[in-house]
């Protein structure tokens, strides 16, 4: 798989469907934005920390879950409505938190170790995602599943991951330089939804990944 080839792909997908996605997904991302800035207000910056990572939990299923589902039904060319996208986003939403906690405690703590650690985690988490959503796997079985279809895969997928996220985390180190210190809460809550909308961008392309590496485990 060309690292290249699958961000090209997902970037035409992306943009010939950005007004849909986000349709879909940018109304959750906003009022997960608004939540964390409400948080800030209220508890302050270090004590929210903790509920910004719960809140995150809520709302990140949501939005991607939606987006999970919509692109596998364009691929398949089933064209479903939007109400229908969230509601079934919504049924898979218990089981896709539950896998967004364990995921982001493992995550966690394998930066906490170091950050190699945590890379290594998040990207052997890659697909689990998609098992969950797509396949109804149990959230443990989800990510045992992605550590086994990740084997051998684990370079490209860091590649694309960093390629899209690496402009991202710049714009945000110059974008929070400028804010200062004690950032407006409009500007944040705008630079937050922008990341979090660009960021959906990974979610496609390693939504195409993983149709490639099924797709190769079937026929082995």
Same mark, same amino acid.
């Given at each position: 798989?060309?690292? !290249?080839?699958?961000? &090209?792909?997902?970037?035409?997908?992306?943009? &010939?469907?950005?007004?849909?996605?986000?349709?879909?997904?940018?109304?959750?991302?906003?009022?997960?934005?608004?939540?964390?800035?409400?948080?800030?207000?209220?508890?302050?910056?270090?004590?929210?920390?903790?509920?910004?990572?719960?809140?995150?939990?809520?709302?990140?299923?949501?939005?991607?879950?939606?987006?999970?589902?919509?692109? $596998?039904?364009?691929?398949?060319?089933?064209?479903?409505?939007?109400?229908?996208?969230?509601?079934?986003?919504?049924? &898979?939403?218990?089981?896709?938190?539950?896998?967004?906690?364990?995921?982001?405690?493992?995550?966690?703590?394998?930066?906490?170790?170091?950050?190699?650690?945590?890379?290594?985690?998040?990207?052997?988490?890659?697909?689990?995602?998609?098992?969950?959503? !797509?396949?109804?796997?149990?959230? !443990?079985?989800?990510?045992?599943?992605?550590?086994?279809?990740?084997?051998?895969?684990?370079?490209?997928?860091?590649?694309?991951?960093?390629?899209?996220?690496?402009?991202?985390?710049?714009?945000?180190?110059?974008?929070?330089?400028?804010?200062?210190?004690?950032? $407006?809460?409009?500007?944040?809550? !705008?630079?937050?939804?922008?990341?979090?909308?660009?960021?959906?961008?990974?979610?496609?392309?390693?939504?195409?990944?993983?149709?490639?590496?099924?797709?190769?485990?079937?026929?082995?």
């Amino acid at each position: 798989m060309n690292p !290249l080839e699958l961000l &090209r792909a997902s970037w035409y997908f992306f943009s &010939r469907n950005a007004g849909q996605i986000a349709l879909l997904c940018l109304p959750a991302i906003m009022i997960e934005a608004i939540s964390q800035q409400g948080l800030i207000a209220w508890l302050g910056p270090e004590k929210s920390q903790g509920a910004s990572i719960v809140v995150s939990m809520l709302f990140y299923p949501v939005y991607v879950g939606a987006l999970i589902i919509f692109v $596998d039904s364009r691929s398949h060319r089933i064209r479903l409505k939007p109400r229908q996208v969230l509601e079934m986003a919504l049924a &898979r939403w218990p089981a896709f938190a539950v896998l967004a906690a364990i995921s982001t405690l493992l995550i966690m703590v394998g930066a906490w170790m170091l950050i190699l650690p945590g890379l290594y985690v998040m990207i052997k988490l890659a697909f689990a995602e998609y098992l969950l959503v !797509l396949e109804g796997r149990a959230p !443990l079985d989800a990510i045992k599943e992605s550590f086994a279809l990740t084997n051998g895969h684990f370079w490209t997928i860091l590649v694309c991951v960093l390629m899209v996220m690496g402009p991202i985390w710049l714009v945000d180190w110059f974008a929070y330089r400028e804010l200062g210190q004690h950032p $407006d809460p409009v500007g944040t809550v !705008l630079l937050e939804t922008f990341n979090s909308f660009f960021q959906l961008f990974v979610s496609i392309a390693l939504y195409r990944m993983f149709t490639l590496v099924t797709e190769q485990a079937t026929e082995q």
